[in-house]
C-alpha cells in the first residue's frame, strides 16, 4: 500500500518534522491528529494516507480496519529547487531557493 505526493511546495525540512510526528502510528491515530493540526503540511499528508487507503481497496470510514494499519515508512526527500532573486538596495539582488519536497508513504498491516 503505497502512495507517492511530488514536488510538494514546501520545504523538506519543514514537512519532515510532521513526518516524525505521525511515522510508525496507527492510520487512525494520524488521520485524527492531522485533522486538528495548524501545519501546511498536515491536509497534505491527511490526503496522501487517504491516497493509500484508496490504492489498497480501503474504506476509510472504516475505522476496525483503520486500526490494523499502521505507517510503516514516511520518507520525505527534496525536490527540484527553482532558484529566484529578490532586489535589495542601490540595485543589487540577492539568490534564493523555493524548496520543494517529494513524499513517499508505506502503509503496512499491524502485527500484534
Do not use: C
Not at 500500500?1 to 525540512?13: D, E, G, T
Not at 503540511?41 to 476496525?64: E, R, W
Not at 510503516?72 to 543589487?92: C, Q
Amino acid at each position: 500500500m503505497k502512495a507517492k505526493l511530488k514536488n510538494f511546495n514546501q520545504s523538506p525540512r519543514k514537512v519532515r518534522r510532521l513526518a516524525k510526528f505521525i511515522r510508525g502510528k496507527s492510520v487512525a491515530w494520524a488521520r485524527i491528529n492531522l485533522t486538528f493540526m495548524d501545519q501546511k503540511a498536515a491536509p497534505a499528508l491527511l490526503k496522501l494516507i487517504d491516497s493509500a487507503l484508496a490504492n489498497a481497496g480501503i474504506d476509510k470510514k472504516d475505522t476496525s480496519s483503520l486500526e490494523d494499519l499502521k505507517i510503516k515508512e514516511l520518507r520525505v526527500d527534496e525536490g527540484m529547487r527553482l532558484k529566484r532573486w529578490m532586489p535589495r538596495a542601490f540595485g543589487r539582488a540577492t539568490p534564493y531557493k523555493k524548496r520543494y519536497s517529494h513524499i513517499t508513504l508505506v502503509l503496512d498491516k499491524n502485527n500484534k
